[in-house]
């Protein structure tokens, strides 16, 4: 049974939706891998009562930091506590991306949407520790949406962006402008974050082109350790198609494993 630890929040950055969270967790830290999440008590209160689900955004020395969007109660809160303040947080949890084997020189394909980027830095940041070539589309509604974009680029990770309103990079979809540049850059391996449909349309271009993609996918958790089945999503695993807990099967699952709706059994 994982404990929960009191971490201190060591850094803040906002932006308008967006906040940044450094946590001193050396027990965390130590252990973390790429697609792992935490939950998160936000505050000492017990409103709101459940602990929410974060993405492990990157790992420095004996810190983790969390990137979230400000999308309801809990975010909100959230994103009102100060540096100093104590969390208590519970992780790292669930799988991870799937990084066994060689991938020296392997081309890979990050799609983040939105608050979906949030574990992708860590991923393309341990992807070039590796030595993958790495491009990372990073995609939104508007300009505002992207505030990552600078600290991908400081670590010397291309990124490729798109909105839907043109205010900054590709206009249009995400996976529209991926589609575009497949051309020129066909990846080994698809890795991708984000709200369903940008998911669904990633595994239908996986599918097609045959390149092996694994989606994290995001469901409402209610403990995020198996205990309460909240979390279920249908998938087919080795031939057994039914009802799984993504906060223990997942949140990585490969695409092939996804059924998006009945029709697609
Ligand atoms: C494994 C995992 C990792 C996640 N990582 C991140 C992350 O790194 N950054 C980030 O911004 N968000 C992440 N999320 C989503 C985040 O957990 C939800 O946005 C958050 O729990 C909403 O809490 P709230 O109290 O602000 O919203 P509420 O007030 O509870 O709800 C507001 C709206 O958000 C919806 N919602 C609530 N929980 C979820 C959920 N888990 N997934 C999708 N919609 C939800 C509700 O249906 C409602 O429409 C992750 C979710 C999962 C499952
Ligand atoms: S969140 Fe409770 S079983 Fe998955």
Request: charged content about 25%; aromatic content about 10%; proline content about 5%.
């Amino acid at each position: 049974m994982k404990k929960a630890n009191q971490v201190i929040i060591t850094d803040r950055k906002m932006w308008k939706d967006y906040v940044l969270l450094s946590l001193k967790s050396p027990q965390i830290a130590s252990k973390a891998l790429p697609g792992q999440f935490i939950m998160i008590r936000i505050t000492p209160h017990s409103y709101p009562l459940l602990r929410r689900p974060f993405s492990i955004h990157a790992v420095e020395g004996e810190s983790i930091a969390i990137f979230f969007q400000k999308s309801g109660i809990g975010t909100n809160i959230l994103g009102l506590r100060k540096i100093g303040e104590m969390l208590d947080i519970l992780g790292p949890l669930g799988n991870g991306f799937g990084l066994k084997g060689d991938f020296s020189h392997k081309k890979t394909v990050l799609i983040g949407g939105g608050r979906g980027i949030a574990p992708l830095f860590f991923l393309a940041n341990s992807l070039a520790d590796r030595k993958a070539e790495i491009r990372t589309f990073y995609g939104g509604k508007t300009s505002y949406d992207l505030p990552l974009k600078e600290n991908f680029e400081a670590n010397g990770l291309k990124v490729f962006c798109s909105t839907e309103d043109g205010s900054l990079g590709y206009k249009g979809l995400i996976t529209d402008y991926f589609n575009l540049e497949m051309r020129q850059f066909r990846p080994d391996r698809i890795f991708a974050c984000g709200p369903d449909a940008m998911l669904k349309t990633i595994a239908d271009i996986a599918a097609i082109e045959n390149i092996p993609a694994e989606l994290s996918l995001e469901s409402i958790m209610g403990c995020g350790i198996g205990a309460c089945w909240g979390c279920v999503k249908r998938l087919k695993k080795d031939g057994v198609t039914g009802w799984f807990r993504i906060c223990q099967e997942g949140p990585v699952i490969p695409a092939d494993q996804i059924i998006w709706a009945e029709k697609d059994k």
